[in-house]
């Protein structure tokens, strides 16, 4: 049976399938499934939007993306239509690396790439309208417990808990599964931030940091900071980084022999409160309330580069698999950073966005 085409509502013709399989494509034919809210399908013979293209960064990753243009029809000066080309094409070259890193772009949706599968998907990916990335999420729970803030959410690798921290000193852990409270605890302070790394799992408190290893079911209190610990991280070799309140980012790493976490030194540059940490391409990266990133060398420890734009604190750091660096500000922008021929960073772009965060 050849494939019939029909009209839906005025609109472009439709292509249906019969039991022949797929005729010819038509740059004006809607694939069915699409109006229907149920096509997962990428790249998709069919047209499911004006102004889309399809985009398979590479096709050894199993990733494929699809980049939804605005309406060409929309009534726009040419200038304006010059500037937004431009801005969509420095979207799509960042897309098309390997590493299929497409955060910055004005919507992008990532969808399975099965050539059969039109089956609905349980992460609702449905409609190609709308502003921002959000539109790719679906709400599966809603976890109530906390009093104040949530200031911190980790997730451990292979693990099937949940651990997530608040203002009032309260740290929650939370079955995956059943979406319940099943442990709840007090640290008797302001919890800053929670992360985990490997088997760890840290809290930054005003002067105190609290370390737990998960395998082990030990408790480790880490003394030395002085004020509220805004930001940690940590690496695979167990070092532990601090921001700090003061401005100075406090460095420790394990030691399996006194089990302890004895301190290495104190990183001093910024002049305001340290509220991002990212590590990552053998550095080290603050984010300050002084406006600006540092760069430090992991080797060294030494600071390699202060990175200068943003206008406001920089509340948060995001680096990519290809390598470039994502900061927010209260300044309402989000940059994308990129190393030069030098091996400097320098601004790639920057996107005035209404979130202050990134994750």
């Not at 019969?18 to 004006?28: A, E, F, P, S, W």
């Not at 105190?208 to 930001?231: H, R």
Request: aromatic share 6%; net charge neutral.
């Amino acid at each position: 049976m050849d494939d019939k085409r029909v009209k839906v509502g005025g609109k472009a013709p439709v292509r249906t399938r019969g039991r022949g399989g797929y005729g010819k494509k038509k740059n004006d034919a809607v694939c069915m499934y699409w109006l229907q809210g149920r096509c997962n399908r990428n790249p998709c013979r069919f047209v499911h939007a004006a102004g889309e293209v399809n985009i398979t960064p590479n096709p050894t990753n199993g990733r494929s993306y699809t980049y939804h243009r605005k309406n060409p029809t929309d009534s726009t000066s040419n200038s304006d239509s010059k500037e937004k080309k431009q801005q969509q094409q420095q979207s799509l070259s960042l897309t098309s690396g390997p590493s299929g890193d497409g955060t910055h772009a004005s919507h992008i949706s990532q969808q399975d790439s099965h050539p059969e599968s039109h089956e609905e998907s349980s992460l609702s990916t449905r409609g190609s309208s709308g502003d921002g990335i959000a539109n790719l999420f679906m709400r599966l729970a809603q976890l109530d417990g906390h009093n104040k803030t949530v200031t911190g959410i980790a997730l451990p690798s292979g693990s099937d808990k949940l651990y997530t921290a608040s203002g009032d000193g309260d740290l929650r852990v939370w079955d995956c599964h059943t979406g319940r409270c099943v442990h709840q605890g007090n640290l008797g302070a302001q919890i800053g931030c929670l992360i985990s790394q490997g088997p760890w799992l840290f809290a930054g408190l005003r002067n105190l940091v609290k370390a737990w290893n998960l395998k082990t079911e030990t408790q480790y209190s880490i003394d030395g900071p002085v004020g509220q610990v805004y930001a940690l991280e940590a690496t695979t070799e167990d070092v532990l980084f601090a921001g700090m309140e003061d401005g100075s980012i406090f460095t420790w790493k394990y030691d399996s022999k006194t089990d302890s976490f004895p301190l290495i030194t104190t990183l001093k540059g910024h002049t305001a409160s340290v509220l991002s940490l990212q590590v990552g391409c053998k550095s080290l990266y603050s984010g300050s309330m002084d406006n600006t990133i540092r760069r430090w060398d992991l080797d060294t420890l030494t600071c390699s580069q202060t990175l200068l734009g943003h206008s406001a604190a920089v509340t948060s750091l995001v680096l990519s698999r290809a390598g470039c660096l994502l900061s927010s500000s209260l300044d309402q922008t989000i940059k994308i950073w990129a190393c030069r021929q030098d091996g400097s960073m320098g601004v790639f772009d920057t996107r005035n966005e209404d979130a202050l965060l990134i994750y």
